[in-house]
C-alpha cells in the first residue's frame, strides 16, 4: 500500500525558515492536487496551501506571501517552503495527494516555531 513520506519538520525560530518535503513510497496513477494541511493542539485541522496538477496553487490568508508549495511531477514530490515563520505556525503538518480514486495522506511531521 503506498504511503506518503514528509521530512523536514523541525525547531525554528521566529522569523526563520523551514522546507518540508513529501513523498509517496509508490507509484499513484494520476496524481491531481497535492496540499498541505496543519492541526495544532486544540485546532481543528487545515489547509495551509494546495497545488493542481497545472501548477495553480492557493494558500490559507494566514499564510500568504510567507509559504511557497511546489510539486515536481516526474517524481510525485510536494514540497513546502515556509519563510517568516511565526509561533502561531507550530502544529503538526500533513502532507496530502489526490488521485481520482483515492485520498492519501502522510503521517504527519511536527513543525514548532519557538526562541
Known amino acids: 500500500q503506498v504511503q506518503l513520506v514528509e521530512s523536514g519538520g523541525g525547531l525554528a525560530q521566529p522569523g526563520g525558515s523551514l522546507r518540508l518535503s513529501c513523498a509517496p513510497s509508490?507509484?499513484?496513477?494520476?496524481?491531481?492536487?497535492m496540499g498541505w494541511h496543519r492541526q495544532a493542539p486544540g485546532k481543528e485541522r487545515e489547509l495551509v496551501a494546495a497545488i493542481t496538477s497545472g501548477g495553480r496553487a492557493n494558500y490559507a490568508d494566514s499564510v500568504k506571501g510567507r509559504f511557497t508549495i511546489s510539486r515536481n511531477s516526474d517524481t510525485g514530490t510536494a514540497y513546502l517552503r515556509m519563510d517568516s515563520l511565526k509561533p502561531d505556525d507550530t502544529a503538526v503538518y500533513y502532507c496530502n495527494m489526490a488521485s481520482p480514486n483515492r485520498n492519501y495522506w502522510g503521517q504527519g511531521t511536527q513543525v514548532t516555531v519557538s526562541s
Open positions: 509508490g507509484s499513484i496513477f494520476r496524481i491531481n492536487s
